[in-house]
């Protein structure tokens, strides 16, 4: 491949640029085709989630069987001493303060990335990394923007990284610290299998200059704790790199408050602008005399609120998961008077019941929810969205699970048409989808 060896920071056909509306952001200056990598970029700072260890490598992030345990706390678990070795400057941040508050040890992952990051600084000092585009202290931050709700939440994880991290680390003044956390909040990935079960949290500079849209034109996928970017639309020179920031499925009022709330700004996307899939999005039962436009604007208020008492109660650990589902289905009940089976808030509780059913060991309950969703999926979210291919992938899964083989590899065989897209054929993933399916 070609680099632009003579100017520091940058990557073979793709250009920083700084505009007066959008800020900075990215754009290709050569065409990429539907399913090429733009660029792949290796973890500046990354972190395995706590409900991982023990099944992944806490350095590589593979999951596999027979992982070997680190001696010391016992918990930290790794492929070889290869992949121990590469992760103990990290791993040392954390070893013996495990085993020291035992049970009290809880920093949030936030804070265990924000650890690692400040020890990462020390390390290296930053401007060496000739074919990065973004330094890591050129990362935007929204501290004027944050409400008190958010600082609380900020100052308490300070305080566990005062308790859990300082013997490590030397901590820098109190507004350095505000002004790390809201650039880990704002430029943060969640490191994602290809089931979209999150695995960890990472910063990845030079992704970070991506801005947001509702119609992404590149997807962001993860290879060990790399990620890689490409292309989902055929782009021409000048076109901007474009990945979205949330949950695609939602209609624009929707998208919008997420996007403000953890982002601070509104989308002015095509789709934004035209809410052309806001109608389907919203679906209403067909009836001879129509709903009045209060009975449904009541009713999404109601989804609204189903989806967020369920989440603060999953969050919480306040409900056990028979009663989780029987949450999921009185809503879909009390929903299904007024919504479509196509409606997105009917679909987000579905999409919760079936993590329940899956949860549970209940295939059929899981096959049953999956079906409804497949269909309604593949119209709502743009083409070569990850949520439709981990859907495909789940029910396949589930399929091949109990013996309905030939559901199975027609559901895995519609997963691997996106991932292959969005993952690269030669991706890790894709052999393991078609080792499934009895291929080679
Ligand atoms: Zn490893
Ligand atoms: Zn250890
Ligand atoms: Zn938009």
Redesign the pocket.
């Known amino acids: 491949c070609m680099k632009d060896g003579a100017m520091t920071g940058s990557i073979a056909g793709l250009k920083r640029f700084t505009s007066p509306v959008k800020g900075r952001g990215l754009q290709v200056t050569r065409p990429f085709k539907v399913g090429e990598l733009l660029f792949s970029s290796p973890a500046y700072s990354c972190v395995l989630s706590v409900k991982e260890r023990g099944s992944c490598c806490e350095f590589c992030f593979s999951r596999k069987e027979g992982l070997a345990r680190c001696g010391k706390c016992r918990k930290a678990c790794y492929c070889d001493l290869k992949c121990q070795k590469g992760d103990w400057p990290m791993h040392k941040l954390e070893c013996s303060a495990m085993t020291a508050f035992g049970e009290n040890w809880c920093p949030s992952e936030t804070t265990r990335l924000v650890a690692r990051i400040l020890a990462k600084k020390k390390m290296q000092k930053e401007p060496s990394a000739s074919e990065k585009m973004l330094l890591i202290g050129e990362l935007q931050s929204h501290l004027e923007d944050e409400d008190n709700e958010k600082r609380e939440g900020t100052e308490a994880d300070i305080a566990a990284l005062y308790r859990f991290y300082s013997k490590h680390l030397e901590m820098p003044d109190h507004k350095d610290l505000l002004t790390l956390y809201s650039q880990v909040a704002c430029n943060g990935f969640t490191v994602e299998d290809d089931e979209l079960f999150q695995m960890g949290a990472a910063i990845y500079p030079d992704v970070a200059l991506i801005n947001h849209?509702?119609l992404p034109s590149v997807i962001v996928t993860y290879n060990g704790t790399s990620s890689e970017v490409r292309a989902v639309q055929n782009m021409k020179p000048g076109d901007e790199v474009l990945i979205s920031y949330i949950d695609l499925l939602y209609p624009t009022e929707d998208?919008n408050k997420r996007l403000r709330e953890s982002y601070y700004f509104t989308?002015d996307?095509n789709?934004?602008k035209t809410k052309s899939k806001d109608n389907a999005k919203v679906k209403v039962r067909k009836r001879s005399d129509p709903f009045e436009p209060q009975v449904i604007s009541n009713m999404v208020r109601y989804g609204r609120n189903s989806i967020r008492e369920f989440r603060f109660k999953c969050l919480n650990s306040l409900a056990r998961p028979s009663e989780l589902l029987e949450m999921c289905e009185q809503s879909l009940e009390e929903m299904g008077a007024v919504f479509d089976d196509s409606n997105v808030y009917m679909l987000h509780m579905m999409y919760q019941a079936m993590g329940v059913c899956i949860y549970m060991q209940d295939a059929d309950g899981a096959i049953r929810y999956g079906k409804k969703l497949l269909k309604p999926y593949s119209k709502l979210y743009p083409p070569y969205s990850l949520n439709v291919s981990s859907m495909y992938l789940k029910l396949g899964r589930i399929y091949m699970n109990v013996e309905r083989r030939s559901e199975g590899v027609s559901a895995l065989k519609k997963a691997l048409a996106i991932m292959e897209v969005a993952h690269g054929k030669d991706h890790p993933y894709i052999k393991e989808v078609r080792r499934e399916m009895g291929q080679k």
């Open positions: 849209s509702c998208r989308c996307c789709e934004c």
